[in-house]
Structures are given as C-alpha cells and as structure tokens.
C-alpha cells in the first residue's frame, strides 16, 4: 500500500471540488455505465457519485453510497503504484513504438500525453478487474507522429495523444470480451475483429463522440 503519489485529505460527496476530486475522477473513470464517460473535471456531480458506488461495488465493499472517504482511498492506494499508475499497467508498456522509448514527438507534450495515459491506465484496469482479474497485454500505446506514419496508423491517431491503447491477443481475455466490456469501461473509440486491421488486437480510445466497430463480436 502506498500513498507516495496523491493522499486525500477529506471526505468528498456531491457538490465537491477540486483537484482531490480530479484525482478521484481519473482513477474511477473506468466505472461508468454502459457508453458512458466520466469527465476529469474536479467537480463532483451525479456522474461521479455513480462511479464512486459502481467502484466500491465492483471491489465488492459492503457500504455503496455516493461518498468517497477513507475506505475508497484506502482501495485506490491498494490498487497503485508510487507514480499514480494502477497495479497491473506501468509506463513502459505505453512507450514510443517503433523502439523508441519515451512519451516525446507525438500530437501533444509530453506531461499530456502521460495525464492522458494514466487516464487510460485506470480504465484498463477497471476492465481487467471486470473480466476476472486476467492479465492484458498492451501491443501498442503511445506512437511519435513518425512512428505512426511508419507503423501506417491513421493521420490523427489517438495513439500520438497518449488517449489510447491497443490490447493484443496474447491476453487472457479473447479480443471480443475485452471489446464488449470496454463499452462500460468509459472509452468512445473502440474497435475490433471484423473493422478493417484490428483483428489481431482491440483498440480502445477516449475522445468526444462514439465510434464502436467490431463486425465480427
Ligand atoms: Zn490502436
């Protein structure tokens, strides 16, 4: 258990705001309902309250209200590393692509392009929690805008933000349960087997409108 990366200090309910509750959001933003997102806002209204009861009923804690005190930081300290990162996902597995190391020559600098991973992190390990605890194995995550010409990426990939992941097939989850369950996992941008070039790995993404495509799940 550590606390070396963020240590909240009060009770937080509807109403709240601030960074506490910003820090909150990001390491539940993968305890949403079916299509939706969490907005890493630090303002604590309906939608977090929500998450807040699915997380603590997901990690299968008897009290699920709304509110977030000691024994929901008590959990998220449990669950992390000392950089912020969630138990089961570090860095590196997101690192440049292509051989190269680093979060550097992408779309965005390189301290968003860590926020934004840590974000996805998070999700990922709601959705490895959701599935049963089974490892997943990241084949590709943040790409430099060469990388992502070279590897032939899309012009724009979320994957030069850092806003997303590619899960291979070498997890213990098969692609089309990953795919399905990141519907509940915040993520808008998910694609899989039977959309052109994913099906050897399920791509998940954040951005702002929902693109799901999986043909064959
Ligand atoms: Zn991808």
Redesign the pocket.
């Known amino acids: 258990m550590t606390t070396k990366c963020f240590t909240w200090t009060r009770t937080l309910n509807r109403g709240a705001t601030g960074n506490d509750v910003k820090q909150l959001q990001i390491r539940i933003a993968g305890w949403v309902g079916y299509g939706e997102t969490l907005a890493i806002d630090g303002d604590f209204g309906p939608a977090t309250g929500a998450a807040v009861k699915r997380f603590k009923a997901g990690y299968r804690m008897s009290e699920t209200s709304e509110t977030a005190g000691s024994p929901v930081f008590n959990l998220i300290y449990s669950l992390q590393n000392d950089d912020c990162t969630p138990q089961h996902f570090r860095y590196p597995e997101f690192d440049g692509g292509c051989g190269q190391s680093g979060f550097s020559g992408g779309a965005a600098s390189t301290a968003t392009v860590r926020d934004n991973l840590l974000r996805v992190m998070w999700q990922l390990e709601a959705l490895r929690h959701k599935l049963g605890d089974r490892p997943i194995v990241i084949s590709?995550g943040f790409r430099s805008i060469s990388c992502n010409t070279r590897v032939g990426?899309v012009s724009g990939?979320?994957?030069t933000y850092g806003t997303?992941?590619?899960l291979g097939t070498s997890s213990r989850p098969s692609l089309c349960e990953m795919w399905r369950m990141a519907r509940y996992c915040g993520f808008k941008e998910i694609?899989g087997p039977g959309y052109p070039d994913?099906d050897d790995?399920v791509?998940?993404?954040n951005k702002s409108t929902q693109f799901w495509r999986a043909a064959d799940c």
């Open positions: 590709s990426g990939s979320l994957h997303a992941a590619d694609l994913h790995h791509h998940v993404g």
